[in-house]
């Protein structure tokens, strides 16, 4: 079934051609700045946006919900920034994402000042979509990319991801001194900043990702008389044809199922890491540095990542990205006190994260044709949010019932299936 294929595959001629080449390269260099400045507003969602929602709420129970609240945002806008993709081209969709994720900065510096939860939970639900057009960002990567270097390519804009996420964090302070100027409440600051940095991210997209890659890709293809199935102009349609192309091109359905699981074993042992290390007498110092370090194996390597799956093929670095994420749950499973051994472990969980998120997405473009790629590539994000948040829920009570160690057996246990289709594709050569 030549569905099984890369559908790219014989489409290369007009990929390598001088003109294209130029347009990609500018095309992977905005996109990496807009990932960095917009990756700073993420950043601190993560870390600070707990913060905020206990400060305004005056509630601990406040502070799990604002991150609830960022995860379901992201999980719900998966597949309608797709489908704006779909019609109005990766330009429009990924600065309105940016756009309204700015919108929810707004809204939650609002609740700060005005002690508000409804604001607080609309901000953070509107703030989550940054997280999703973040995400969905790698992909504008690999529309123009030629095969043999769309992982490479796409990798790029995954590493740019490194900088926002180390500087958002730490935004704390900056944020108290423009929070005193502007005579705001303490962790305000913070969210101005932040709510600039997606505003700015938005404005970079609009203004300078012309021509558009994916609109560019398709008028190629048409011009060299390539199949453009699917492209009717209906949503449901179009999201039912991507449906039914992961059905029917295993190869496809195989990337997908990669990035949810690889996302949902990354999330149910990070949330669970800090918890385990404290009640092994960690402190908050030696925490900071181990979730440094898996930050680090997710992201710093992810173009050498790149660089392999286009030598070795995606489907064998993603079989590696399994062999790793094996070795991270025996590490961070056996460590107990050892800080040491969860730290090494911490950072082979990115690791393998890093291997499955940047073969997988890579396959899953080079096995779907344009004229579906963004509706794919959506409904593979959304569940691979809504997976990875029903895993970290999970993680808690798992842990509580058959300790970290456990916690890590079960989450390697989920590299199985993975491996099991594997074998399948391999057999079906």
Same mark, same amino acid.
């Given at each position: 079934?030549? !569905?099984?294929?890369?559908?790219?595959?014989?489409?290369?001629?007009?990929?390598?051609?001088?003109?294209?080449?130029?347009?990609?390269?500018?095309?992977?260099?905005?996109?990496?700045?807009?990932?960095?400045?917009?990756?700073?507003?993420?950043?601190?969602?993560?870390?600070?946006?707990?913060?905020?929602?206990?400060?305004?709420?005056?509630?601990?129970?406040?502070?799990?919900?604002?991150? !609830?609240?960022?995860?379901? $945002?992201?999980?719900?806008?998966?597949?309608?920034?797709?489908?704006?993709?779909?019609?109005?081209?990766?330009?429009?969709?990924?600065?309105?994402?940016?756009?309204?994720?700015?919108?929810?900065?707004?809204?939650?510096?609002?609740?700060?000042?005005?002690?508000?939860?409804?604001?607080?939970?609309?901000?953070?639900?509107?703030?989550?979509?940054?997280?999703?057009?973040?995400?969905?960002?790698?992909?504008?990567?690999?529309?123009?990319?030629?095969?043999?270097?769309?992982?490479?390519?796409?990798?790029?804009?995954?590493?740019? !991801?490194?900088?926002?996420?180390?500087?958002? =964090?730490?935004?704390?302070?900056?944020?108290?001194?423009?929070?005193?100027?502007?005579?705001?409440?303490?962790?305000?600051?913070?969210?101005?900043?932040?709510?600039?940095?997606?505003?700015?991210?938005?404005?970079?997209?609009?203004?300078?990702?012309?021509?558009?890659?994916?609109?560019?890709?398709?008028?190629?293809?048409?011009?060299?008389?390539? =199949?453009?199935?699917?492209?009717?102009?209906?949503?449901?349609?179009?999201?039912?044809?991507?449906?039914?192309?992961?059905?029917?091109?295993?190869?496809?359905?195989?990337?997908?199922?990669?990035?949810?699981?690889?996302?949902?074993?990354?999330?149910?042992?990070? !949330?669970?890491?800090?918890?385990?290390?404290?009640?092994?007498?960690?402190?908050?110092?030696?925490?900071?540095?181990?979730?440094?370090?898996?930050?680090?194996?997710?992201?710093?390597?992810?173009?050498?990542?790149?660089?392999?799956?286009?030598?070795?093929?995606?489907?064998?670095?993603?079989?590696?990205?399994?062999?790793?994420?094996?070795?991270?749950?025996?590490?961070?499973?056996?460590?107990?006190?050892?800080?040491?051994?969860?730290?090494?472990?911490?950072?082979?969980?990115?690791?393998?994260?890093?291997?499955?998120?940047?073969?997988?997405?890579?396959?899953?473009?080079?096995?779907? =044709?344009?004229?579906?790629?963004?509706?794919?590539?959506?409904?593979?994000?959304?569940?691979?949010?809504?997976?990875?948040?029903?895993?970290?829920?999970?993680? $808690?009570?798992?842990?509580?019932?058959?300790?970290?160690?456990?916690?890590?057996?079960?989450?390697?246990?989920?590299?199985?299936?993975?491996?099991?289709?594997?074998?399948?594709?391999?057999?079906?050569?």
């Amino acid at each position: 079934m030549s !569905t099984e294929h890369d559908v790219s595959a014989n489409a290369t001629s007009w990929q390598t051609e001088s003109p294209v080449r130029s347009v990609q390269k500018r095309t992977v260099r905005v996109l990496a700045a807009a990932q960095i400045v917009g990756g700073v507003g993420v950043g601190v969602s993560v870390s600070i946006g707990s913060l905020l929602a206990e400060s305004v709420a005056q509630s601990e129970t406040y502070a799990g919900l604002a991150r !609830t609240a960022t995860t379901a $945002g992201a999980a719900a806008v998966g597949v309608p920034l797709a489908l704006l993709a779909q019609r109005r081209g990766r330009r429009t969709s990924l600065s309105t994402g940016w756009l309204v994720a700015a919108v929810g900065g707004i809204l939650l510096v609002g609740s700060a000042v005005s002690r508000s939860i409804p604001l607080l939970i609309a901000g953070m639900l509107l703030f989550g979509i940054g997280s999703a057009t973040n995400q969905q960002s790698r992909y504008a990567a690999a529309d123009l990319a030629a095969p043999h270097r769309r992982a490479q390519d796409l990798s790029l804009v995954v590493w740019s !991801t490194t900088i926002g996420s180390v500087i958002g =964090p730490n935004l704390a302070d900056p944020g108290a001194a423009v929070a005193s100027a502007l005579h705001l409440p303490r962790l305000a600051g913070a969210f101005v900043l932040a709510t600039v940095c997606m505003a700015l991210a938005s404005a970079l997209l609009w203004g300078l990702l012309r021509p558009d890659p994916l609109v560019l890709s398709r008028q190629y293809q048409a011009a060299e008389g390539l =199949p453009e199935s699917g492209t009717g102009t209906s949503q449901t349609g179009t999201l039912r044809a991507g449906l039914r192309h992961l059905r029917h091109a295993p190869r496809a359905a195989f990337a997908c199922v990669t990035i949810v699981v690889a996302h949902t074993i990354m999330a149910a042992v990070m !949330t669970m890491t800090p918890v385990s290390m404290s009640q092994h007498g960690a402190g908050l110092t030696i925490v900071g540095v181990t979730i440094s370090g898996h930050l680090l194996g997710m992201y710093a390597f992810s173009p050498l990542v790149g660089w392999l799956s286009d030598r070795i093929g995606h489907l064998s670095t993603v079989v590696a990205g399994q062999a790793v994420f094996l070795g991270s749950a025996v590490l961070s499973g056996m460590g107990g006190d050892s800080v040491g051994m969860v730290m090494a472990g911490l950072f082979l969980l990115g690791l393998g994260w890093s291997f499955s998120l940047v073969a997988g997405s890579a396959m899953l473009s080079d096995t779907t =044709p344009a004229a579906l790629r963004p509706g794919v590539q959506g409904t593979t994000d959304t569940a691979m949010n809504v997976v990875a948040a029903v895993g970290a829920g999970l993680a $808690g009570p798992l842990m509580g019932w058959i300790g970290f160690g456990g916690l890590n057996a079960a989450a390697g246990a989920l590299v199985l299936p993975v491996l099991a289709f594997w074998a399948f594709l391999v057999r079906a050569r």
